[in-house]
């Protein structure tokens, strides 16, 4: 009822020793946190929150816009409702890397399991645009440091992405990813890789886990879990993929409602009520409220 009652450092554990079992966890991207719900009940082993998810939630493109204010809070309704980890993307710190030791802290205090802080310039890009920037080695690894060494739990996940492939190639791509693991960071986040073979390259260069980005309509081609569990990725993450079938969903059913003048030829496409009240908990709900509230007039 309510909220989650696992703990946040407990979900952060969690994370942690499932990644120590080199085992491939999948992250689909919640859009709300009712879908993170729904990512819990069937079955998945943690929660991405994406940063065009929630600037596409705001209506504003992937660009850098939304504020470590906005981030946070929509993370913390996200993270909040289940038991699973949940990961979100800090885009680049949100500043410089005193801004980036406060967004990780603040990131905490939201009850995330872990983070992503890319290499990207400011303003960033989608990282599956073309026309991508990225700052030197210097500025990124002192933005790692800045998050690890702000991070009060240490089960914190602080994962570094690089863009740098789409722009100056897989081997710089390797270098950087090395250099950002010396400064600390206990994941690695190689963005727009084409290939499997580009993914072991990255794997095979670092000796923390390493995510694969299986975005749609992207840079990547859309591999299987077992083809990235070959590989030896650690995480998959689909980050937009809930909101794409949401929204395609949602225009046909917007089409059909225009057409037709109602939607009960769509209902079968619908979730039933009462499968919505099972995820919400409704039950436990109604039972809290008849066992404290016994006023009789």
Do not use: W
């Amino acid at each position: 009822m309510l909220y989650s009652t696992t703990t946040a450092p407990a979900k952060r554990a969690r994370l942690r020793a499932s990644l120590a079992t080199g085992n491939l966890q999948r992250f689909p991207g919640a859009f709300n946190p009712l879908s993170a719900k729904l990512i819990e009940q069937e079955g998945f082993e943690g929660v991405y929150i994406s940063g065009a998810v929630l600037s596409a939630d705001l209506g504003l493109p992937d660009i850098g816009l939304t504020t470590l204010t906005e981030v946070a809070g929509r993370a913390q309704q996200i993270a909040r409702v289940t038991d699973l980890p949940a990961i979100v993307d800090a885009d680049t710190g949100f500043g410089e890397p005193m801004n980036v030791a406060r967004t990780i802290q603040t990131l905490e205090d939201a009850g995330l399991a872990g983070c992503h802080i890319e290499d990207q310039v400011n303003p960033k890009r989608c990282g599956h645009l073309d026309g991508k920037a990225v700052v030197g080695l210097d500025v990124a690894v002192r933005r790692i440091k800045a998050a690890v060494d702000a991070r009060r739990d240490p089960d914190f996940l602080v994962m570094a992405r690089t863009d740098v492939r789409a722009i100056e190639g897989l081997d710089a791509a390797v270098d950087r990813a090395k250099a950002l693991v010396d400064a600390g960071a206990d994941a690695i986040f190689p963005e727009a890789m084409r290939t499997l073979a580009e993914f072991a390259a990255i794997r095979a260069a670092v000796d923390v886990p390493v995510l694969a980005n299986m975005t749609e309509f992207g840079k990547s081609e859309l591999f299987t879990v077992e083809q990235l569990a070959d590989v030896g990725i650690n995480i998959a993450i689909f980050p937009v993929s809930l909101l794409r079938i949401a929204m395609g969903a949602a225009r046909s059913a917007l089409r059909t409602l225009a057409e037709e003048g109602s939607l009960t030829s769509r209902l079968g496409d619908m979730q039933h009520r009462s499968e919505l009240y099972e995820l919400l908990d409704y039950e436990s709900y109604n039972h809290f409220d008849s066992s404290i509230f016994t006023y009789e007039p």
